[in-house]
């Protein structure tokens, strides 16, 4: 209780740095939390992209029916085919009719069969290996050729890579910042009574009970950091969310209440380390009588 009453006092005592350290790990956290988000949901398109990520393996029109079975479960069999659908050329002229909307009534009168192929559709499992997996495809006898996106897919991947680490290198930077000013703000506190702390060390007092306010500061100071952070991400993320509309129909996003555990979770317990670790560094050396 002790400990407790001495942090609060001091807190209010340093406002104005005590709010310049709560402000800092706010936004830092800020930051950390968004990069949580970013993570989640671009492994979750991640995996949207991998399942939309379909090799089309067009076949020869001199082969029958029979060959055409024959062709998809060769591809089947393949060991990093999640999944092949066999697609006719009625089949793929009707779905290129859907694609075209309003316009899909110029191709009535035309036959699939006149102008398009059949062809095997097929989801890879793994895409660090599909070129591989489209050269077996390719040396099946009746296989005409073969479409991949796969470079398409890994400049999306590469690309969202690398916005996270540039998220990464953000959110350290602002971390040292908000331990360095966390580390001030106890300073001042310490300086204020360090006659106080050469006293109890001389009549016996030990570190960790002399330390043990000063950590408060700084668990405290996180603690608010945090949930301020974690009240902005909260409506921040669904009005972003809610913005985004339209625009990114191609892909779901994960809602804030199916991150909200792991995040404000995450966010509570760097707030705390962030604040105990400045604050055990700032009272470090004036224990040292």
């Known amino acids: 209780m002790y400990s407790l009453k ?42 949207q992209i991998s399942e939309q990520c379909e090799v089309q393996a067009f076949i020869d029109d001199r082969v029958d029916r029979a060959g055409e079975e024959r062709i998809l ?27 075209l909307e309003g316009y899909g009534e110029y191709l009535d009168g035309m036959e699939g069969e006149e102008i398009l192929r059949s062809s095997v559709k097929i989801t890879p499992d793994d895409l660090t290996i599909l070129n591989d997996t489209v050269s077996q495809i390719e040396k099946i006898d009746g ?3 073969v479409v991949n996106h796969e470079a398409t897919v890994r400049g999306v991947i590469s690309f969202t890579q690398a916005i996270k ?17 966390i580390q001030n703000t106890i300073k001042l506190s310490v300086h204020a ?15 960790s009970f002399i330390r043990r306010p000063f950590v408060l500061e700084g668990v405290i100071v996180g603690i608010i950091g945090a949930a301020i952070a974690i009240i902005v991400i909260a409506f921040g993320y669904n009005a972003a969310v809610n913005g985004l509309t339209g625009f990114l129909d191609l892909f779901e996003l994960y809602t804030f209440s199916q991150m909200a ?3 404000a979770g995450g966010l509570l317990i ?20």
């Open 6 to 47: 001495t942090a609060l006092s001091s807190l209010g005592k340093n406002a104005v740095m005590t709010i310049a350290s709560i402000v800092t790990i706010a936004c830092c956290l800020f930051l950390f939390g968004v990069f949580l988000l970013f993570a989640f949901n671009i492994n979750y398109i991640g995996e």
């Open 73 to 99: 479960k060769e591809i089947s069999a393949m060991p990093n085919v999640k999944s092949a659908e066999f697609e006719s050329k009625t089949q793929a002229f009707e779905n290129y009719k859907e694609k």
């Open 143 to 145: 296989v005409a050729n």
């Open 165 to 181: 680490i540039g998220s990464l290198i953000a959110m350290i930077i602002l971390l040292m910042t908000a331990v360095f000013i």
């Open 193 to 207: 009574r360090e006659d106080e702390i050469h006293i109890m060390k001389f009549v016996g007092a030990t570190d």
């Open 261 to 263: 555990l792991p995040v």
């Open 270 to 289: 760097f707030g705390i380390l962030m604040g105990s670790f400045g604050s055990r560094t700032a009272i470090r050396r004036h224990l040292k009588v």
